[in-house]
């Protein structure tokens, strides 16, 4: 089997695309002292993505605002969210938002 150089080409500088950015932070990252401000800063980055995330699959759909009172995803999160919060138990939060999405698009 031939590899055309071009299709090489793409193949190698994709690699290197999807690559540098995750090497390089840690090397550069691992060689300083970050002070106290900027980890305290750091650890909010994953709640900021996650709701980003889940805010986005909530309340657009379609590109536009999806009107609360046929939105099933978004009143089948808030017993979701209060589990959430009561039991700190990612089992627990998972089989009440899989229930709750599944008994709320049953009646709807």
Do not use: E, H, I, Y
């Given at each position: 089997m031939e590899i055309r150089p071009d299709i090489f080409l793409v193949i190698f500088l994709a690699a290197l695309v999807t690559f540098l950015p995750r090497v390089l932070p840690l090397m550069l990252l691992s060689r300083i002292s970050i002070p106290?401000?900027?980890?305290?800063?750091?650890s909010y980055v994953p709640i900021a993505v996650m709701a980003a995330l889940?805010?986005?699959e909530l309340f657009i759909e379609g590109g536009k605002f999806a009107?609360?009172?046929?939105n099933v995803e978004l009143i089948?999160?808030?017993?979701?969210?209060w589990v959430a919060v009561r039991t700190r138990s990612l089992l627990g939060t998972v089989v009440t938002g899989i229930l709750s999405l599944m008994l709320l698009r049953m009646l709807f």
């Open positions: 106290d401000w900027g980890m305290r800063w750091l889940v805010a986005q009107a609360l009172s046929t089948a999160a808030l017993p979701t969210f």
